[in-house]
């Protein structure tokens, strides 16, 4: 048995997960398990008990609100294990701590970087965490009542609810994250963009990311994506924040997986901030530029995208330098499907392109060690280029 499995108790464990009850509702076999499991069990098509194989003849299911009640006054007392690492506090006093409007930033500190290290030295903590409802409040901390010219103390409360928040939200259902849709919370999240550290505005772009990437919480990214304040912040970091560069380069990729969002995107800019960032990346950040490349041919995917990628004077030039790299091929692909798709209708484009020497960056490429796959789209694109050139 190892040390997670003596801190809860058995009959706080879901028979299925084998993890903390969340939602513990009771089949008609008398038996209790936690709804999102059980659901699960049911859905796949299963029509009989987990625990004993009776034949489910009724698949209604009732809260278990005695065993909830239980499993909440455990929590408030703290498993014997975060004790120990927290001495002489419990949970529910950590929660007060952030809760209340008496408690000074530094007491809120203090209580943040508590909770960090029950988050990092027992991850199996984060079930207790999260029943007590903490992500919500660590979120309402984070876009709570801030203003323009934040105190260095209150950006810290800030900087660390946003690092616990962000440690949780994998082990979390993302409804809590919908708090962003309010006015009040888009505004927050607009100043912090403009006035947060370096650390706040990366975490804050993980955060996107995370809203982007999930089909929980699709309303919420079509509402950051209509944000046109954010996507500027945003744009503006990976242009000139080199700390936070990489962070929003993802945060402009995983927003731009929602077709609704790509026009706004490259209304604010992104097209034009990816290319700079191609252009000249910051020398520790190289690894982002793949990333780049990758977020620019899908915005390529789109009329106005192709026409920002031709119309900036580095656009096509940039693409064409990332076919053919000695190092690795990172990038290639991307580049390569980007040129494709831009080059098909604009003499333009195809002018600049073999005007850059992308002919020779795909003859390189061809005899280089990259994938089957690359080499079948860059003798696409060759045989593209010179069919029209012949036939301009």
């Given at each position: 048995?190892?040390?997670?499995?003596?801190?809860?108790?058995h009959?706080?464990r879901c028979?299925?997960?084998?993890?903390l009850?969340?939602?513990?509702?009771t089949?008609?076999?008398?038996q209790t398990y936690?709804r999102?499991?059980i659901?699960?069990w049911l859905a796949?098509?299963?029509?009989?008990?987990?625990?004993?194989?009776q034949?489910l003849?009724?698949p209604?299911?009732?809260?278990?609100?005695?065993?909830?009640?239980?499993?909440?006054e455990?929590?408030?007392?703290?498993p014997?294990s975060?004790m120990?690492i927290?001495?002489?506090?419990?949970l529910a006093a950590?929660?007060i701590?952030?809760?209340?409007?008496e408690?000074?930033?530094?007491?809120?500190l203090?209580?943040l970087k508590?909770?960090?290290?029950l988050?990092d030295?027992?991850?199996?903590g984060n079930?207790f965490?999260?029943?007590l409802?903490?992500?919500?409040?660590l979120?309402?901390?984070?876009?709570?009542?801030?203003?323009?010219?934040?105190?260095?103390?209150?950006l810290?409360?800030?900087?660390?609810s946003?690092?616990c928040?962000l440690k949780?939200l994998p082990f979390s259902?993302?409804g809590?994250?919908?708090?962003?849709?309010?006015q009040?919370?888009l505004?927050?999240?607009?100043?912090?963009?403009k006035?947060g550290?370096?650390?706040?505005?990366?975490?804050l772009?993980?955060?996107v990311?995370?809203?982007?990437?999930?089909?929980e919480?699709?309303?919420l990214?079509?509402?950051?994506?209509?944000?046109?304040?954010l996507?500027r912040?945003?744009v503006?970091?990976v242009h000139?924040?080199?700390?936070?560069?990489?962070?929003?380069?993802?945060?402009?990729?995983a927003l731009?997986?929602?077709e609704s969002?790509?026009e706004?995107l490259?209304?604010?800019?992104?097209v034009?901030g990816?290319?700079?960032?191609?252009?000249n990346p910051?020398?520790?950040e190289?690894?982002?530029?793949p990333?780049?490349?990758?977020?620019?041919?899908?915005?390529?995917?789109?009329?106005?995208?192709?026409e920002a990628v031709?119309?900036?004077p580095?656009?096509?030039?940039?693409?064409?330098k990332?076919?053919?790299?000695?190092?690795?091929h990172?990038?290639s692909?991307?580049?390569v499907?980007?040129?494709?798709?831009?080059?098909?209708?604009s003499?333009r484009a195809r002018?600049?392109?073999?005007?850059?020497?992308?002919?020779t960056?795909?003859?390189?490429?061809l005899?280089?060690?990259?994938s089957g796959?690359?080499?079948?789209k860059a003798?696409?694109?060759l045989?593209h280029?010179r069919?029209?050139?012949?036939?301009?």
């Open positions: 048995m190892n040390e997670a499995e003596m801190v809860i108790p009959l706080f028979p299925i997960s084998l993890d009850f969340t939602d513990p509702v089949l008609s076999t008398g936690d999102p499991s659901e699960k796949a098509g299963n029509l009989t008990c987990p625990v004993t194989m034949k003849h009724d209604s299911m009732v809260p278990n609100h005695t065993l909830r009640h239980l499993i909440d455990w929590l408030q007392k703290g014997q975060l120990e927290i001495p002489g506090r419990s950590m929660k701590s952030l809760q209340s409007q408690s000074s930033s530094e007491n809120k203090e209580t508590a909770i960090q290290v988050i030295e027992l991850p199996y079930s965490l999260l029943q409802g903490l992500l919500p409040l979120l309402e901390l984070v876009f709570g009542e801030v203003e323009d010219n934040q105190s260095r103390e209150s810290k409360v800030v900087e660390e946003l690092s928040a949780l259902e993302l809590c994250l919908d708090m962003m849709k309010e009040s919370k505004a927050s999240l607009v100043v912090l963009f006035h550290t370096p650390m706040i505005k990366t975490g772009c993980n955060l990311e995370a809203v982007s990437s999930s089909s919480t699709q309303d990214c079509a509402v950051l994506g209509a944000t046109h304040q996507l912040e945003i503006f970091i000139h924040d080199c700390e936070a560069s990489e962070a929003g380069i993802r945060a402009i990729s731009s997986s929602l969002n790509k706004n490259i209304n604010e800019g992104a034009d990816l290319i700079s960032y191609i252009s910051p020398v520790q190289k690894s982002a530029v990333l780049a490349v990758a977020a620019l041919e899908v915005l390529s995917g789109v009329e106005s995208g192709r031709i119309n900036n580095s656009g096509v030039k940039s693409l064409v990332m076919i053919f790299k000695v190092s690795d990172e990038g692909e991307n580049a499907s980007s040129l494709l798709v831009i080059c098909s209708d003499l002018e600049e392109a073999i005007s850059e020497g992308v002919l960056q795909l003859l390189l490429l005899q280089s060690q990259c796959r690359i080499k079948t003798r696409m694109l045989k280029l069919s029209k050139r012949n036939m301009d």
